[in-house]
């Protein structure tokens, strides 16, 4: 039996799911509005909404006084790195863990999500200590290393969630057809893990681009990615409010684009494989 | 070729010994069905002989090859899997080349194998399709024309009608068997259906807590039913079982009479009941027959239609020579 949904029902509830979204968007709707206003515009009270002279001097502003191209590079090397070298990291201790468990598989699994219940000002101190012994402060592959293990959790969760799927009959049919193990890894288990393998990296690449505590407190110029581009435009002189969101906009169109073409993919990493 | 034989095989899980020491000889062209209930270790056998789970101790040959450490792709061996176990990525096409192309076969050769296996199995429109766009019944043949392909020692085949509706599984049964009559190849059939083991079996083996209770052809198991385990597994409906003074007039601690073996009147009979429920199944009719004072409830089986309704009166007399009789270890009494 399927429950009855009346017409007026259904206006209601696409009425109230419209007005839910566009709240969630309003946030980032406002912010690219004020990023074509002049500063002046951007602070009128009553707000101004679409009708000011729109202007594109703020992302000049932007261009002119910093480094755009080189967060972006940052940003892109950062999030793809960090999720890569988790990624080979986390594919062989999921693996193991889905298809060869042990007694303490799950104690494993849960203590490795209690890290992310961990405040993570409480290690800033030593790990800023450390980067300096080891002369890597404001260095990408600090970042990479640092977001890499703060995300690690997660992507052996979803990999193994999605391993988990895999059915174990399946594997036995491939050794009965006469598959060895690499030939069994090679045609039976990767197609068959990489969509999971796919959408775990999405989600983290997106998680590691918009990560800014550990972004913008370990970086100062070399390394430092859009958060920080961000960051730097909410000086201590006051706060340039039309600069600002064009310096946003900049930074969050990238990955915005991409979440835009990957929902689908998305939608399924963050519900951790529950959904098919 | 198809020769296997288990000599003294074991398997241990941790410190449970689900089969103990246990020996079979299945010869070249049986079709052998492993049947028994749910945890019997049916399963768990037809997994020893494929190499997919480890023996414990004792060892298993195929064809006179030791095979006991031999990998399950090494034993020339195919099976036919209860959830199909398909390749998702795969079109059927891939799905049935795939042993071949393991096996490193000339593509050409592939090619008229998977034709010739895909007429067979009625699957040539679908070749191009992938798992998930079949029915049931279509991924079972595309597992069962993955096994072919490979020419194998032996098939087996693990409870691979459970997942499909009755009408589809009786069908089914039949294609297999066919299919054996044509390639003559050694079968290793697991299933809990009786009537599947009936049907189908050169020869079955009844399996108890990982226990063989016996080893015969159908018709063995159904005439001498070596204990009351076999006695009640095999036949359906279920045997009568009867205990107490009634079994002792016959030297006996229990006795068996098979539904089909009472005859029923009206007026006289030696044992008297009350209709419960009369099944009507046209050809056949069951009825359920309480307070005999000899069980809870004995059945009944009697050809054609009788009228029979609740509450009525009903007199059963056993046929004499299709008694069974069973001692205090509940064995069969020649």
């Not at chain 1, 980067?131 to 990479?144: E, H, N, Y």
Request: hydrophobic letters at 50%; one cysteine or more.
């Amino acid at each position: 039996m399927s429950r009855a949904i009346t017409p007026q029902k259904k206006i209601m509830w696409t009425a109230f799911a419209w007005a839910f979204g566009l709240l969630m968007f309003f946030p980032i709707l406002w912010t690219f509005l004020t990023s074509f206003k002049t500063e002046a515009v951007a602070i009128a009270d009553p707000p101004v909404w679409l009708f000011f002279d729109w202007t594109l001097e703020n992302y000049a502003d932007v261009q002119a006084r910093s480094n755009y191209p080189k967060a972006l590079m940052n940003s892109i090397a950062i999030a793809v790195g960090s999720t890569f070298l988790g990624i080979l990291i986390a594919v062989p201790a999921a693996w193991a863990m889905a298809f060869v468990p042990g007694n303490r598989t799950k104690d494993v699994l849960l203590w490795m999500l209690s890290t992310k219940m961990l405040p993570a000002v409480g290690v800033l101190y030593p790990l800023v200590l450390l980067a300096k012994w080891l002369g890597v402060m404001d260095s990408r592959i600090l970042l990479i290393v640092v977001l890499m293990l703060i995300n690690l959790p997660i992507i052996v969760w979803m990999l193994y969630t999605y391993f988990r799927e895999i059915p174990g009959e399946i594997l036995e049919a491939a050794r009965m057809d006469g598959a060895g193990l690499k030939a069994e890894i090679l045609y039976v288990l990767t197609p068959m893990a990489l969509p999971g393998i796919a959408s775990t990296v999405l989600l983290n690449i997106i998680l590691a681009w918009n990560e800014a505590f550990w972004t913008i407190l370990l970086t100062t110029v070399d390394a430092a990615p859009l958060t920080a581009f961000i960051a730097s435009f909410s000086a201590p002189e006051g706060l340039f409010y039309a600069k600002l969101s064009a310096a946003s906009m900049l930074a969050v169109a990238p990955i915005l684009i991409m979440g835009w073409f990957s929902q689908k993919q998305l939608v399924r990493g963050l519900t951790f494989g529950a959904v098919k | 070729m198809g020769n296997i034989s288990l000599n003294q095989v074991t398997k241990s899980f941790g410190d449970v010994q689900v089969i103990p020491p246990l020996d079979l000889e299945i010869n070249e062209g049986e079709f052998v069905v492993f049947v028994g209930p749910s945890g019997c270790g049916k399963s768990t056998l037809l997994r020893l002989i494929a190499g997919l789970e480890d023996t414990t101790s004792g060892a298993i040959s195929i064809d006179g090859n030791d095979a006991t450490s031999l990998a399950p792709a090494k034993r020339g061996l195919a099976m036919v899997f209860q959830s199909y176990a398909l390749y998702p990525h795969m079109s059927v096409r891939k799905n049935i080349a795939f042993p071949m192309k393991m096996a490193g076969i000339d593509e050409t050769v592939q090619n008229a194998k998977i034709d010739a296996a895909a007429k067979a199995l009625n699957l040539t429109d679908y070749l191009d399709r992938k798992p998930g766009q079949l029915s049931g019944g279509q991924r079972q043949r595309v597992a069962i024309g993955r096994a072919i392909v490979r020419e194998p020692a032996a098939f087996l085949f693990d409870e691979p009608l459970s997942n499909l509706d009755a009408a589809l599984r009786v069908g089914m049964r039949l294609e297999i068997m066919e299919l054996h009559e044509k390639l003559q190849t050694t079968m290793i059939y697991v299933t809990h259906d009786q009537v599947e083991a009936m049907t189908m079996a050169d020869k079955i083996v009844v399996l108890q807590a990982g226990v063989i209770e016996q080893v015969g052809s159908p018709l063995e198991l159904y005439h001498a039913p070596r204990n009351k385990f076999v006695a009640g597994f095999i036949g359906s409906p279920k045997m009568n079982l009867i205990e107490g003074p009634e079994a002792a007039k016959y030297d006996a601690t229990t006795i068996g009479i098979r539904p089909e073996h009472l005859t029923v009147s009206n007026t006289e009979g030696m044992w008297k009941g009350i209709v419960g429920v009369a099944e009507h199944l046209g050809s056949d009719t069951f009825i359920h027959v309480h307070e005999t004072g000899l069980m809870d409830m004995m059945t009944v089986r009697i050809t054609g239609d009788i009228a029979a309704k609740h509450g009525d009166t009903i007199y059963l007399t056993p046929v004499a020579d299709q008694m069974h009789r069973f001692d205090a270890d509940g064995l069969r009494i020649a």
